[in-house]
């Protein structure tokens, strides 16, 4: 199995501004993936970091909100835009070493925005 | 979207006491994984299934896959107070990203 980290593990932060959270894996991976859990809820995909070239954003996000970068095999970062409230959840990123194989988390940021 | 259905959605038992927990989903997959989650905190891997397999055990924990029916289930045998928390089936697309359950709350008490 991967170790992955995430910074910060939690932050709050004021309506309209930005926060960039940060995703390291001990391992070079194929697969990365940002999910966000809102309060009482089940995990929600955000999008698929591809390394070198534009994130893979699922149904409901976009990139203007939720820029990604993925720069090499071991690093990605999710940046939450001009939040508001309702952006309050829990962000987590997800490592596969390649697909149809586990799909490890990290341990997630908790993000509260007033 | 939503594939797997958790139910039930809350459980509670004793300590000593088996839990089964079972999914659903709508369309065919590759494999299908099982997590625990302690006080929304980040997931724990349990177990992965694949489409091929039809049941696999690992320490107390037993999964079955049934994919004529789409459903699994998880059965945690002779439960402990520490097993409290919330369980989520996640469910492949073509091997890419996961689709979530809703969960089910396991509740333990001693």
């Known amino acids: 199995s991967a170790v992955i980290s995430q910074k910060p593990s939690r932050d709050i932060c004021q309506r309209g501004t930005s926060l960039t959270i940060q995703c390291q894996v001990d391992?070079?991976?194929?697969?990365m993936f940002w999910y966000r859990q809102q309060p009482g809820q089940s995990l929600t995909l955000i999008a698929t970091?591809?390394?070198?070239?534009?994130?893979?954003?699922e149904s409901g996000f976009v990139i203007d909100k939720f820029p990604i970068s993925r720069p090499n095999l071991t690093f990605s970062t999710l940046t939450v835009s001009n939040m508001s409230p309702e952006d309050s959840s829990i962000y987590l990123c997800?490592?596969?070493?390649?697909?149809?194989?586990?799909?490890?988390f990290g341990p997630g940021t908790r993000l509260t925005v007033t | 979207s939503q594939q797997g259905e958790e139910d039930p959605q809350a459980l509670s038992i004793q300590e000593g006491e088996n839990a089964t927990m079972n999914c659903s989903y709508k369309?065919?997959?590759?494999?299908l994984q099982w997590y625990r989650q302690n006080s929304g905190r980040g997931l724990v891997h349990l177990i992965l299934i694949r489409s091929n397999e039809r049941e696999k055990h690992s320490g107390r924990l037993r999964v079955t896959l049934d994919t004529s029916k789409k459903s699994s289930s998880l059965l945690i045998t002779a439960s402990r107070a520490a097993d409290t928390a919330s369980y989520f089936c996640?469910?492949?697309?073509?091997?890419?990203?996961?689709?979530f359950g809703k969960g089910t709350t396991l509740s333990v008490s001693s």
């Open positions: 996640a469910t492949d697309e073509g091997g890419t990203a996961l689709i």
């Open positions: 997800s490592v596969a070493i390649q697909e149809d194989y586990e799909q490890y």
């Open positions: 391992s070079q991976v194929t697969m």
């Open positions: 970091a591809n390394q070198g070239s534009e994130a893979t954003y």
């Open positions: 369309t065919s997959i590759n494999n």
